[in-house]
C-alpha cells in the first residue's frame, strides 16, 4: 500500500482504457448516452451537451470522487463512465460507481474489464480490503451486473439517495473484500478474453 488512494493513473485493458475524467470528455459523453433509458434508475441524465458538461463539472467537484472516462482503447471514442467514490483509506475501503455505458457497448467485454482494472488496483495496489456497489433495489440489471462480478448483495438502504424525478430510492448495497477477490479476479479474467 504505497500509494496515495486519490491517484489517478490511467488503467488500460485490450476492450477498454480508463482515463481521468476531464471537461473534453463531455461531447463524447452525450454521444455515448445513446438511450434514455441508461439514467432511468439515476439521479442525472444527460440529454444535451449542458447535461454532459454538468455532469463532468459535478465529477470534479466531489474531493472523494475520482471518476473516468472509459474508452475505446484503439479510437479513443467515449463509451461512458466510472468511479471510485466513498475513498477510505483509513478503512481501506472504497465504492464504485457513477457507472454507465452506451446501450451498443452493454454485453460485451468492456463492462467486465473495467471493473477487472478498477478492482485490480483497489485490491493488489492500494491494499483495499472492501469494495462497495450501490444501485436502485428496482433496477435489475446493475444488480445483475454486480452479483456476476462476484459481490455480495449485504442488504438494503431506505431513502438512501434522490432519483433524477426527485422520488427516494432504496439502495441495494453489494460489496467484495480483499478474500472474494481472487476467485473474482479468475471469473472476471475469464469473461474478458478475446
Do not use: C
Amino acid at each position: 500500500m504505497t500509494e496515495s488512494w486519490l491517484a489517478q493513473p490511467i488503467l488500460v485493458g485490450r476492450h477498454v482504457r480508463l482515463e481521468p475524467l476531464r471537461p473534453e470528455h463531455a461531447a463524447g459523453l452525450l454521444a455515448a448516452a445513446d438511450d434514455p433509458t441508461l439514467f432511468q434508475w439515476t439521479s442525472v441524465a444527460i440529454r444535451e451537451l449542458g447535461d454532459a458538461e454538468q455532469f463532468v463539472a459535478d465529477a470534479l467537484d466531489d474531493p472523494n470522487r475520482l471518476a473516468y472516462a472509459q474508452l475505446e482503447p484503439q479510437s479513443g471514442t467515449v463509451l461512458g463512465t466510472t468511479s471510485y467514490y466513498q475513498i477510505e483509506p483509513r478503512y481501506r475501503s472504497l465504492a464504485i460507481g457513477y457507472t454507465w455505458i452506451s446501450r451498443a457497448t452493454q454485453g460485451t467485454s468492456v463492462n467486465p474489464e473495467a471493473k477487472f482494472l478498477l478492482l485490480r488496483r483497489a485490491f493488489d495496489e492500494l491494499g483495499a480490503v472492501r469494495v462497495e456497489w450501490h444501485t436502485d433495489e428496482l433496477n435489475a440489471q446493475s444488480r445483475g451486473a454486480i452479483a456476476k462480478l462476484g459481490a455480495e448483495f449485504e442488504g438494503l438502504l431506505r431513502k438512501h439517495r434522490r432519483r433524477a424525478d426527485g422520488s427516494w430510492r432504496t439502495t441495494a448495497l453489494f460489496a467484495m473484500t480483499d478474500e472474494d477477490w481472487p476467485p473474482a479476479r479468475a471469473r472476471l479474467q475469464a469473461r474478458i478474453l478475446p
